[in-house]
């Protein structure tokens, strides 16, 4: 009894402490909320809300007349001008220009249509090159400007190729391709360019198909990513807390309180049982209050209810058991304001580094894949990954037996240490 | 002198606490190595391009080598081909262990090359960055193989046209032939770059050529401010056991006080950017020595506001535990918002509005107009005047609140 009267009393101190109510749900609260406004938590449908690139186009190509008048150039701009929710187009009269613009920080991309681009388009050995000239800073709007681009570009080098096989095949059997019968390859392969572009975004090329547990496209992008980030920062602050309330004890110490505590009938194993319940007791109330906040504010999916158990069991005991580790090392609060402000942190953002790299192509492979499984953290944050990846019990059975291990470790260690120190 | 002598005392006593050390230089360098690590600032792989899985069932039919071969060819994704299962590669997708599947059905080759429509599947998270361009990377490389294909028929119909009678050498050559022109394609389109990565020459496509340009000069502007702490904890240490009452039984005078609390705070982060600045240019390879002056002139503005704003905390703070409260909270919303952590280019068009409301944004555009567009001095000027105005503002606030008990 005395042992959960400790623990209460405990639990009621960290609850009305400043720390614990700023580091351990403010600034998680605070840090999704930040990412969920950064990702598109204020576009209309709950997408991604990419900002307007602006483009600075400048066509120097010119109208053919032999090929009807048109020019690829003006199409190009033409294309780029009509997505007006994408792009922001400008025009410039020349490629210099057009950088300048660039690097006035005018535009975001310039693209640069070489004069003869019709001409190269539509001869047998044109060759031309359109330049798509960008920011170094930025990688999402160029890399748009460059897709469609690509697309278009693509139909009519197509084309050029066609007509060059159909002219290299003739020639090889000694039939020279006619004007008319050139025109009409070109045609023919830009109706079936025509047709590929028009019917529903290439579909009759690719079966699309999401990943077993992978998010499905029409899956709220903002909201999804925000779930992740709010997970990353629970796993990180839930080890803050952990520490944070294991040093309760060191205060307690310096304070003289625990010495003058030993002195009462109660005992020893009593007294620190106690601030140990006091310590997942706290890492509890933060999960609990902060998958609550996302349930409620991101409608965060969680993932089953039984693999989700196992994760919130693996972290609140993992992180109680780390902290009250990492304390029992510590002499006094010093050292662990330096160990909570330092250590816990690059721990922390070591482990949770998958985060960070959610959204950027390529990110996080090799090395930087594993090296979060060196900490405890990492494995908290594996488990709950292939949680709300839609893991089931089976799939994070291994992690959770890992993470129950290092608690076991963790927790062991670190009251004989106490207990040998208060002894 | 005497802000000098007070500033003085309060660097002594900073530079003996083991929590200086820590947020001021290990912490920032330990999350540039992270962080450039993690965006790929190795620089060491073979291959960056995303891994795409190709499950063969078409037994290398002339459609499956040649696919292979155009997304080879692609500066975006790089084929595996698998022997596994389905369902392993399909779970190596979800794993992010590859970018994207590609399945090729039986008969694939036979069917496309007969006229028929047969989409190949293509198993991807499109919801993710690299599933989209793995997605976009296949996508191409399909439509330029089914591109071919129509090449060859034309050819085939061109020369049956003539009284020609094609066979299946003929087909087969033309389509060698529109594979290989697709490998110099007559039209094509260059990614070129301004500033650093241009003069660089580094063909990484729409990743800057230095992953540490961004977390460089992020983690100065986050860690900047963390650096803070110690010294605006000075400032309450003081109050609380009045030291600050009884130097002003001293010839101090309040002004002296304040200024030199806000010298010592100035001084700290100057060194520590001059310190990361060190690092960046000898360590990481980041030329922040090629515009020496605006590299100078950003420093001292950053660590101006800076230590407004660590004045400011110092004034504000009832107690140590709200220094540090004080500190981390405008450290995250700070870096967070201002582009420390991630380009506020991928960020929402309001999320970067607002993010120009504030000094780090504007810090991080001012380094990177240096770093990486490889601009001159007078680029650093704006960032420069804002941060210097963030400075005087949160200075005179932090002056106007100061307390001495």
């Given amino acids: ?423 | 002198m005497r802000i000098i002598d007070l500033a003085v005392k309060d660097l002594k006593q900073l530079v003996r606490s083991w929590m200086t050390v820590v947020f001021l230089v290990i912490m920032p360098i330990g999350f540039t190595l992270f962080f450039g690590l993690i965006f790929g600032g190795t620089g060491g792989e073979e291959d960056p391009r995303l891994p795409v899985g190709l499950i063969d069932r078409d037994g290398g039919s002339v459609l499956s080598v040649y696919l292979i071969d155009l997304l080879d060819a692609s500066d975006a994704i790089r084929p595996v081909v698998s022997d596994e299962s389905v369902e392993r590669v399909e779970k190596k997708v979800g794993d992010e262990d590859l970018a994207a599947a590609v399945i090729v059905p039986a008969g694939y080759s036979e069917q496309v090359l007969a006229g028929k429509d047969v989409a190949l599947t293509i198993i991807v998270d499109s919801a993710t960055a690299a599933g989209s361009t793995a997605q976009s990377g296949v996508q191409t490389a399909v439509t330029r193989l089914r591109g071919a294909v129509k090449a060859a028929q034309l050819s085939a119909e061109a020369f049956e046209a003539t009284g020609g009678s094609p066979d299946d050498a003929f087909l087969a050559d033309a389509l060698g032939k529109a594979i290989a022109a697709w490998h110099e394609p007559p039209l094509t389109v260059a990614a070129t770059q301004s500033g650093i990565a241009a003069e660089a020459e580094d063909e990484e496509g729409p990743v800057v050529a230095n992953a540490y340009a961004q977390a460089s000069p992020g983690m100065m502007v986050q860690f900047s401010i963390a650096g803070i702490i110690g010294a605006a904890q000075i400032v309450v240490l003081e109050r609380k056991s009045r030291s600050l009452q009884r130097l002003l039984t001293t010839a101090i005078s309040r002004v002296e006080i304040v200024v030199g609390h806000y010298l010592t705070m100035f001084v700290m982060i100057f060194l520590q950017l001059a310190l990361l600045v060190g690092f960046g240019q000898l360590a990481l390879g980041l030329d922040y020595l090629r515009e020496p002056v605006a590299t100078l002139l950003l420093a001292v503005t950053m660590s101006l506001w800076t230590a407004s704003l660590g004045l400011l905390i110092g004034t504000l703070a009832k107690t140590e535990e709200q220094a540090i409260i004080f500190s981390m909270i405008p450290m995250f919303i700070l870096s967070g918002m201002g582009g420390a952590w991630m380009p506020l280019e991928v960020t929402g068009k309001a999320f970067q509005t607002a993010g120009h409301l504030l000094p780090t944004a504007w810090a991080m555009d001012g380094i990177q107009n240096i770093l990486v567009r490889g601009l001159g001095l007078e680029s650093a000027l704006l960032p420069a005047g804002i941060m210097t105005a963030y400075g005087i503002v949160l200075f005179a606030l932090a002056a106007w609140r100061f307390k001495f008990e």
Avoid: C
Avoid at chain 1, 232 to 252: H, K, N, P, R
Avoid at chain 1, 371 to 383: D, E, I, K, N, Y
């Fill in chain 1, 1 to 423: 009894m005395k042992t959960l009267d400790i623990a209460f009393k405990d639990l009621l101190r960290s609850l009305r402490n400043y720390f614990f109510l700023g580091f351990g749900i403010g600034v998680p609260v605070l840090m999704s909320v930040i990412f969920y406004f950064a990702f598109g938590g204020l576009a209309s449908e709950g997408g991604f809300d990419i900002p307007q690139v602006d483009v600075s186009v400048v066509n120097l190509d010119e109208p053919v007349a032999e090929y009807g008048g048109s020019s690829v150039g003006q199409m190009i701009g033409q294309i780029l001008e009509e997505n007006e929710s994408i792009f922001k187009v400008t025009h410039a009269e020349s490629a210099a220009g057009a950088r300048t613009a660039v690097d006035n920080q005018e535009a975001d991309v310039a693209v640069i249509i070489p004069a003869g681009f019709t001409v190269a388009a539509f001869d047998l050995e044109g060759q031309a090159e359109i330049e798509v000239y960008q920011d170094p800073t930025l990688t999402l709007g160029p890399s748009i400007v460059r897709g469609i681009i690509s697309q278009i570009v693509d139909g009519f080098a197509g084309a050029g190729i066609a007509v060059r096989v159909v002219n290299d095949q003739l020639d090889e059997q000694g039939i020279e391709l006619d004007a008319d019968s050139r025109w009409r390859v070109y045609a023919d392969y830009g109706d079936w360019a025509r047709a590929l572009g028009e019917n529903e975004r290439f579909n009759s090329l690719l079966a699309i198909q999401s990943p077993a547990g992978g998010k499905d496209e029409d899956v709220n992008s903002a909201l999804a990513l925000v779930g992740g980030v709010m997970t990353g920062m629970m796993v990180f602050y839930a080890f803050y807390t952990g520490a944070a309330s294991a040093m309760g004890i060191l205060q307690e110490k310096e304070g003289g309180t625990l010495p003058r505590l030993f002195t009462t009938p109660t005992p020893m194993s009593a007294i620190l049982g106690g601030k140990l319940i006091a310590v997942f007791a706290l890492v509890v109330v933060q999960v609990a209050v902060l998958m609550a906040f996302s349930s409620l504010i991101f409608r965060t999916d969680w993932g089953a209810p039984g693999s989700l158990s196992l994760a919130i069991v693996g972290l609140v005991v993992l992180a109680a058991s780390f902290g009250i580790f990492i304390m029992s090392w510590l002499k006094d609060t010093r050292q662990a304001g330096v160990v909570i402000g330092g250590v816990m942190t690059v721990l922390g953002m070591v482990g949770i580094s998958s985060v960070f790299t959610a959204n950027v192509p390529g990110a996080a492979g090799g090395f930087a894949e594993t090296l979060p499984l060196f900490v405890p953290q990492g494995w908290a944050m594996h488990t709950w990954r292939l949680v709300m990846d839609g893991g089931n019990v089976g799939d994070v059975l291994l992690p959770f037996a890992v993470m129950i291990a290092l608690t076991i470790g963790f927790f062991t260690v670190g009251v004989l240490r106490f207990r040998k120190r208060f002894a």
